[in-house]
Every structure is written in C-alpha cells, then in structure tokens.
C-alpha cells in the first residue's frame, strides 16, 4: 500500500489520539477532509481558520481541528499556506511552559497581514451591504444608520467627557480617549496658542470605517457632528483619511470667545461637511 505524505499524517494523528495502534492492520485512517476539499473552497476555509485565529487565538492546529471539524493535518496544510502569505504568525503556546514530554504545540495569532486582510473582507461586505440599503431604501437611510452609528459612539464618549468638566482641553482630551478604544488611535494637540483662534487639532490615525467612508461621507458628516455636539462647539474637519489624507484631522476652537469662523450657524469646512448643534439641526 502506497501512503502519500499527507495520509501518513493523518494516520499518525489518529494512533497518538488513541494512544495505541488498531487491530491486526493498522490504525484505521481516517481520510483527511482537505483532501476531499474542492479546490475553490479551499480560500474559503482558510478563511474560516483566520476568523477562528483572530476571535480565539493562538490556537494550535489541534484547537483548529476541533472548532472546524478538520484533522489536525488538513489544518496544518492550511496554516503552512497562511503563513507563507503573511497572514498568520507562530505565537508562544500555553504549553510552552509546560514540563510535559516532547515537543511543545506551535500555536498561532494573526500577523498585521491578517488582520488588514480580515479588514478588507469586512470592508467590502459592509459597503456592499449600504449599496443595498442605498438602492432599496434611499440615501436617506445610509444617512440614519450612519447617525445612528454616530449616536453609539458618542454614547461610550459622554460620560468621560463630562468627567472632564468645563476645561475645553480637557473634553478634547477625553474625547480623543474614548475614540481610542473604539479604534481610532485618536490624539491631540494645541495650535494658535495666545491667539484668538487657539484650539485643540483631534487627530486620528485610524478610522474603522475609513473604506465605507470613502463611499459615503455621510460617515464622515454625522460623526463631526457628533463631535460638536459632545462638546459643545462648532468643529471643523480639516483632513480626512476618506479623502486620501494620512490622518483625520479636526479643529476643535478652545478660546473665549470662539473664533468667529467656526460660531457661523452652518459653518463648512473644506471638504464641504457643515457642523451643527443638535439645537441648530433640531430648529432647521
């Protein structure tokens, strides 16, 4: 009988789960479901392994099997193909510090590949999603899901703002940290100290929903909205990674009074996206 590589690992599998060999002819194999795989749904599986990775990992090769009804070498083939693709990196194992004998499990975490790949899967099925909204619903509706994703977020923001108290920099600043754990890696810093247009410049190096942005702005409008509404002034957006620029970049105004550009009801930056109160929008 001729047994091919793979095989032969799934027949070793087999007898070290057991702990022994079969009867008389062997440990019975068991045939190898990446063998029986078509080859179109082999991308979808390794698929299914990075999601496994990203919400449970590291996970070794055997938790893999486990969660998705895989032998441990069909897995093993899915990860070597993964890894060679950057998508998945070897991490340390709670094995590893075991005194158990032989060698320890390699277990495994997504790489930054991985997680920009699982990005622009999520990318894609949610702007396919708002197409459809769009279609069957009108523009109108993305602009509601939009405010209504707007509304979560400054919903986690609030209560850290108003911790804040009343000192303008102080609110930017809890601000930019409730951004930060949603994901935005926000930051701030001064500009026009000492002169009539001081403020606070909130820069975010990561938006979520940067590819949908792209798409519909209306991401972008509600959520400078949002940002005026949670501190009590009119902002500006400056820069956008929408629109091609590096980071997002939004003036908040921190002197006394504010400067006059940014107290015009209606006030537009220079993408075109108007920044109201919710007492202006609820008396338009």
């Known amino acids: 009988m001729v047994i091919i590589s793979g095989e032969l690992d799934t027949e070793l599998d087999t007898m070290r789960g057991a702990g022994s060999v079969g009867p008389a002819g062997g440990a019975e194999s068991c045939p190898s479901t990446d063998a029986v795989e078509p080859a179109h749904d082999h991308a979808r599986t390794r698929d299914r392994v990075l999601g496994e990775i990203s919400e449970h990992g590291p996970l070794t090769a055997a938790d893999l099997g486990v969660r998705l009804g895989l032998t441990p070498a069909a897995v093993r083939r899915h990860l070597d193909v993964l890894a060679e693709q950057g998508l998945v990196d070897e991490a340390v194992s709670p094995l590893r510090g075991s005194r158990g004998r032989g060698r320890p499990a390699r277990a495994y975490v997504l790489s930054e590949g991985g997680h920009a790949h699982l990005r622009g899967a999520y ?42 108290g009343s000192d303008p920099e102080a609110r930017v600043e809890a601000l930019a940290a409730a951004l930060t754990t949603q994901g935005y890696a926000a930051s701030t810093r001064p500009v026009g100290d000492g002169t009539s247009r001081a403020g606070m410049q909130l820069c975010q190096g990561h938006c979520p929903v940067q590819h949908v942005a792209t798409r519909y702005p209306q991401f972008c409008e509600t959520e400078a909205e949002m940002f005026s509404d949670l501190l009590g002034v009119h902002v500006q957006r400056l820069a956008s990674l929408a629109h091609g620029e590096h980071v997002c970049t939004t003036f908040v105004p921190t002197s006394t009074p504010p400067p006059t550009a940014f107290t015009l009801s209606g006030a537009t930056d220079t993408h075109g996206t108007t920044t109201r109160t919710t007492g202006e929008r609820n008396r338009s």
């Open 123 to 164: 990318d894609e099925l949610a702007v396919s999603a708002l197409d459809f909204l769009a279609r069957s619903a009108g523009p109108e509706a993305v602009r509601t899901f939009a405010t209504e994703r707007a509304d979560r977020l400054a919903a986690v923001a609030r209560p850290a703002i108003e911790a804040a």
